[in-house]
């Protein structure tokens, strides 16, 4: 979870508020934050958020706002949403970053009372929102930069690696692009990202000077921020367009916060994007959530009022307007992560107060024990252990890069809305490209290997609740010089063996095995999973050089067929 350093003044000042220590952790409550230390010396908190769907309180101006927003029962107003100030300044994008690194989103902020404090957090919010919710830079990164040195309008453009030289921050001499990913400490840790494509993206400005190669390192020129600058630009460059504007939203809120006049900036692009072809930013890109005042009392265990709801939603940041049937509810403009009412609920909670609900003892006495899955999972271990096999434990949540290579035409994938980060943008449905992932990392590790994960698949079928159902499913992999379909045939063979369930392999075909080495478990007349050899080009896409076979089948239909039998 993110950790945060702030200064105890530089808060206090945003607040409006000085506080104690013992009245300030019980405020951070409020920002899902618990101070980890303070020193008293030289007056520093370390406050450590436990939210990670919340970028805008990754520093003192998104926890003081929260604060702030408590205190006074209501959100400030941030009038560059409202004034209907027409942009005079321009950001043209060219035709060709749509397919490396589409969307910019600028505003500029004047009158900025800066100090050390205040660049510190700049710097320190900066690499937070880059690093954490930016996955490394990769969906979003940030550029701040001098605006007086500035000629507009700027063009957003690919350069070729050579043809472009300046100086980078943190460097006293020139550097094409190429010496730059090779030479800069920051080339060398973020260079992976443009290296795949034959041109860099390059910010350059109305007089052909060099703004910032992002996501990669400013200029030195215009991209150093110094204790007395006063006006800067603001840029967010990345691969998801609300993820891009939601960090300029935060980023122009926290400089506002900080007496900055915030001027919208025009962005201009030759292609189409979700919120047209020329985007005004900053914009608010929130969504109302309609919701009954029943959720909340559902969600709660106990009756509120709809006066109650209202008002503690409002000293959280929310507008509450009545709707047909309900709520209607907008979050502030630098949140985007209302996914469910079930989430404006768990605000109304944090609002009030946890303390405030008064606690209820159990009504009834029960006696847990395992569940029957549980129960056969345990023995499924225990055998797949017996037979040699290393179990290994992985994320239900995963990039959709790696299934697609391994899905049938047509197979659909439970997505996550609204994700914060690509690598956890699906839940897998399958459990065998989990043991691929392990495998590419263990090349250097003895063969031959065999590992089994005993894990969670999410299933689209539109026949259940939601959407998707969740199977608990096994499956193991071999891997060393002469892994093959007999191998894997055999350890399965074992396994239904000892668990007593006749079983049959049909040929089949499957995108993720050889043709003509796959085959569908079947056992009760119904399909438990596949067995085959692992294909080349699969192996080759994640830099496995080993042959490989797998299994993987569904412990709950095979449970369910241990039911039968008993009966």
Same mark, same amino acid.
């Given at each position: 979870?993110?950790?945060?350093d702030?200064?105890?003044?530089?808060?206090?000042?945003?607040?409006?508020?000085?506080?104690?220590?013992a009245? *300030?952790?019980?405020?951070?409550?409020?920002?899902?934050?618990?101070?980890?230390?303070?020193?008293?010396?030289?007056?520093?908190?370390?406050?450590?958020?436990?939210?990670?769907n919340?970028?805008?309180?990754?520093?003192?101006?998104?926890?003081?706002?929260?604060?702030?927003?408590?205190?006074?029962?209501?959100?400030?107003?941030?009038?560059f949403?409202?004034?209907?100030?027409?942009?005079?300044?321009?950001?043209?994008?060219?035709?060709?970053?749509?397919?490396?690194?589409?969307?910019?989103?600028? +505003?500029?902020?004047?009158?900025i009372?800066?100090?050390?404090?205040?660049?510190?957090?700049?710097?320190?919010?900066? &690499?937070?929102?880059?690093?954490?919710?930016?996955?490394?830079?990769?969906?979003?990164?940030? #550029?701040?930069?001098?605006? &007086?040195?500035?000629?507009?309008?700027?063009?957003?453009r *690919?350069?070729?690696?050579?043809?472009?030289?300046?100086?980078?921050?943190?460097?006293?001499?020139?550097?094409?692009?190429?010496?730059?990913?090779?030479?800069?400490?920051?080339?060398?840790?973020?260079?992976d990202?443009?290296?795949?494509?034959?041109?860099?993206?390059?910010?350059?400005?109305?007089?052909?000077?060099?703004?910032?190669?992002?996501?990669?390192?400013n200029?030195?020129?215009?991209?150093?921020?110094?204790?007395?600058?006063?006006?800067?630009?603001?840029?967010?460059?990345?691969?998801?367009?609300?993820?891009?504007?939601?960090?300029?939203?935060?980023?122009?809120? #926290?400089?506002?916060?900080?007496?900055?006049?915030?001027?919208?900036?025009?962005?201009?692009?030759?292609?189409?994007?979700?919120?047209?072809?020329?985007?005004?930013l900053?914009?608010?890109?929130?969504?109302?959530?309609?919701?009954?005042?029943?959720a909340?009392?559902? !969600?709660?265990?106990?009756?509120?009022?709809?006066?109650?709801?209202?008002?503690?939603?409002?000293?959280?940041?929310?507008?509450?307007?009545?709707?047909?049937?309900?709520?209607?509810i907008?979050?502030?403009?630098?949140?985007? &992560?209302?996914?469910?009412?079930?989430?404006?609920?768990?605000?109304?909670?944090?609002?009030r107060?946890?303390?405030?609900?008064?606690?209820?003892?159990?009504?009834?006495?029960?006696?847990?024990?395992?569940?029957?899955?549980?129960?056969?999972?345990?023995?499924?271990?225990?055998?797949?252990?017996?037979?040699?096999?290393?179990?290994?434990?992985?994320?239900?949540?995963?990039?959709?890069?790696?299934?697609?290579?391994?899905?049938?035409?047509?197979?659909?994938?439970?997505?996550?809305?609204?994700?914060?980060?690509?690598a956890?943008?699906?839940?897998?449905?399958?459990?065998?490209?989990?043991?691929? !992932?392990?495998?590419?990392?263990?090349?250097?590790?003895?063969?031959?290997?065999?590992?089994?994960?005993?894990?969670?698949?999410?299933?689209?079928?539109?026949?259940?609740?939601?959407?998707?159902?969740?199977?608990?499913?096994?499956?193991?992999?071999?891997?060393?010089?002469?892994?093959?379909?007999?191998?894997?045939?055999?350890?399965?063979?074992?396994?239904?063996?000892?668990?007593?369930?006749?079983?049959?392999? &049909?040929?089949?075909?499957?995108? *993720?095995?050889?043709?003509?080495? +796959?085959?569908?478990?079947?056992?009760?007349?119904?399909?438990?999973?596949?067995?085959?050899?692992?294909?080349?080009d699969?192996?080759?896409?994640?830099?496995?050089?080993?042959? +490989?076979?797998?299994?993987?089948?569904?412990?709950?239909?095979? #449970?369910?067929?241990?039911?039968?039998?008993?009966?």
């Amino acid at each position: 979870m993110p950790t945060i350093d702030i200064k105890k003044r530089d808060l206090e000042k945003l607040v409006g508020k000085k506080f104690s220590l013992a009245v *300030l952790e019980k405020h951070l409550m409020l920002a899902k934050a618990e101070l980890k230390e303070y020193a008293e010396a030289g007056d520093d908190l370390k406050v450590e958020l436990s939210d990670s769907n919340r970028p805008d309180l990754w520093s003192a101006e998104g926890i003081a706002r929260q604060l702030r927003t408590a205190l006074n029962g209501k959100s400030d107003e941030y009038s560059f949403f409202k004034h209907g100030r027409k942009p005079s300044r321009e950001i043209r994008v060219a035709p060709e970053m749509q397919s490396v690194r589409p969307y910019i989103a600028a +505003c500029t902020a004047a009158g900025i009372r800066m100090n050390d404090d205040v660049l510190a957090q700049m710097i320190q919010s900066q &690499d937070k929102l880059s690093d954490i919710f930016g996955r490394k830079r990769s969906t979003v990164s940030i #550029g701040i930069y001098e605006l &007086d040195r500035i000629t507009f309008p700027v063009d957003y453009r *690919l350069a070729e690696p050579s043809s472009v030289s300046f100086t980078p921050l943190g460097m006293d001499e020139k550097m094409d692009l190429a010496q730059i990913l090779e030479r800069h400490p920051k080339g060398i840790e973020y260079g992976d990202i443009v290296k795949p494509f034959p041109a860099y993206p390059m910010l350059i400005d109305g007089m052909g000077r060099v703004l910032s190669f992002p996501p990669i390192i400013n200029s030195r020129e215009i991209g150093t921020v110094k204790p007395n600058t006063h006006n800067v630009l603001i840029e967010v460059t990345g691969t998801d367009m609300r993820m891009v504007m939601l960090t300029l939203n935060i980023l122009a809120a #926290g400089f506002y916060d900080r007496g900055g006049d915030i001027e919208p900036l025009l962005v201009t692009y030759p292609y189409a994007t979700e919120f047209g072809k020329n985007v005004a930013l900053p914009q608010d890109i929130s969504r109302p959530v309609t919701t009954k005042l029943s959720a909340f009392s559902t !969600g709660l265990g106990e009756n509120v009022s709809l006066a109650d709801v209202k008002k503690r939603l409002t000293s959280y940041g929310h507008a509450v307007m009545p709707a047909k049937g309900g709520l209607s509810i907008q979050c502030p403009f630098y949140r985007d &992560d209302i996914m469910h009412p079930v989430d404006l609920v768990e605000d109304y909670a944090i609002s009030r107060g946890y303390d405030d609900f008064a606690p209820v003892m159990p009504q009834q006495s029960t006696v847990g024990m395992l569940s029957g899955i549980e129960l056969l999972s345990d023995t499924v271990r225990t055998y797949m252990i017996g037979g040699g096999f290393q179990e290994i434990m992985s994320n239900i949540l995963c990039s959709r890069e790696e299934l697609e290579d391994v899905m049938p035409e047509g197979e659909r994938l439970v997505e996550v809305d609204n994700v914060m980060s690509l690598a956890y943008s699906v839940l897998r449905n399958r459990v065998i490209p989990s043991l691929l !992932g392990v495998e590419a990392a263990s090349s250097r590790v003895f063969y031959p290997h065999r590992i089994f994960e005993v894990g969670e698949v999410a299933v689209f079928d539109k026949a259940v609740n939601m959407g998707s159902r969740t199977d608990l499913n096994l499956a193991a992999l071999l891997s060393h010089p002469t892994a093959n379909f007999s191998e894997a045939h055999s350890t399965l063979d074992a396994l239904l063996y000892y668990l007593d369930l006749e079983y049959r392999l &049909d040929v089949t075909e499957h995108p *993720l095995f050889m043709q003509g080495r +796959c085959g569908k478990i079947i056992a009760g007349g119904k399909e438990l999973g596949l067995i085959g050899e692992i294909r080349p080009d699969v192996l080759e896409k994640r830099q496995i050089t080993m042959p +490989c076979a797998a299994f993987e089948v569904n412990l709950d239909m095979i #449970g369910g067929l241990g039911e039968q039998k008993k009966k």
